[in-house]
């Protein structure tokens, strides 16, 4: 019962970052392998994805009764991601993703000084694309995380809230909207892919998807209280928490 408890606690918290910015299997993910260390990585996996959808569904539908979500962006960027999430879980079984643990600190530490120093960065929210050329930038934004969310994974809430805040012009806020909807596309693809192999454990899965949603739902009134200024605070502490976790983790490897 400690255990179940402890993996409530962990869902939650994990549910209010990643409704705020994305991240929130930094803290569910080790929790999981720390209390199941004899189940199959690819079981517990599939088991935070089930937690995770629900939360981040949550997080969608909340925002989108508060905040004007960019749907002409979000949606083709959905799509995207949802089908190349697919390719992603297929390549990561053919060609080993050592190589992106040893890349992935450097990029997110040059996401993090870009961030610190554009001090203006996602403060106003000033869409930079309409049209074609808008959907077109989209579908590729969400092909590449889509597949970078299947075939690895940390850090894909966070680099969706940047690249929409970067190269759309979006507020932290509208981002993060934005980045919620992707998400749940990704989430479902990986889901799908693991219910079929036969990799959840429902039963738990289920419990965390409750804390989840209640974490998610505080995390979104927490973004939208204290707007985009709150929003580029907590990106920047995950962010800075992800280049900790993904050093270390390139450094045990080596």
């Not at 079981?43 to 995770?52: C, N, Q, R």
């Not at 925002?63 to 390719?87: N, Q």
């Not at 053919?94 to 643990?101: E, G, S, T, V, Y």
């Not at 600190?105 to 960065?121: E, G, I, N, Q, S």
């Amino acid at each position: 019962m400690l255990d179940i408890a402890v993996l409530g606690v962990a869902a939650f918290a994990a549910g209010l970052v990643d409704a705020v910015v994305g991240g929130g299997g930094l803290i569910q993910i080790p929790v999981l392998f720390s209390t199941f260390g004899n189940t199959a990585p690819a079981t517990l996996l599939g088991t935070s994805k089930l937690a995770g959808i629900f939360g981040t569904a949550a997080a969608a539908v909340n925002y989108a009764r508060r905040v004007s979500i960019a749907w002409t962006t979000a949606a083709p960027a959905a799509f995207a991601a949802f089908l190349f999430a697919f390719f992603g879980a297929y390549t990561v079984t053919k060609i080993p993703a050592d190589f992106m643990r040893t890349l992935l600190p450097f990029v997110l530490v040059a996401v993090a000084v870009y961030t610190f120093r554009r001090k203006d960065l996602g403060s106003i929210h000033a869409p930079l694309h309409s049209g074609l050329k808008e959907r077109l930038l989209a579908v590729v934004i969400g092909a590449c995380i889509g597949f970078y969310d299947g075939f690895f994974g940390p850090g894909t809430g966070s680099f969706l809230v940047f690249l929409f805040v970067r190269l759309f012009g979006f507020d932290f806020l509208g981002a993060s909207a934005v980045a919620k909807v992707v998400n749940v596309a990704c989430n479902l693809s990986a889901l799908m892919w693991f219910g079929y192999s036969g990799h959840l454990l429902w039963q738990l899965g289920l419990m965390m998807a409750v804390c989840q949603v209640a974490g998610s739902l505080i995390g979104t009134k927490l973004a939208m209280r204290h707007g985009s200024g709150f929003v580029r605070r907590v990106f920047l502490v995950v962010v800075t928490i992800l280049i900790v976790k993904t050093s270390w983790d390139a450094w045990q490897r080596w």
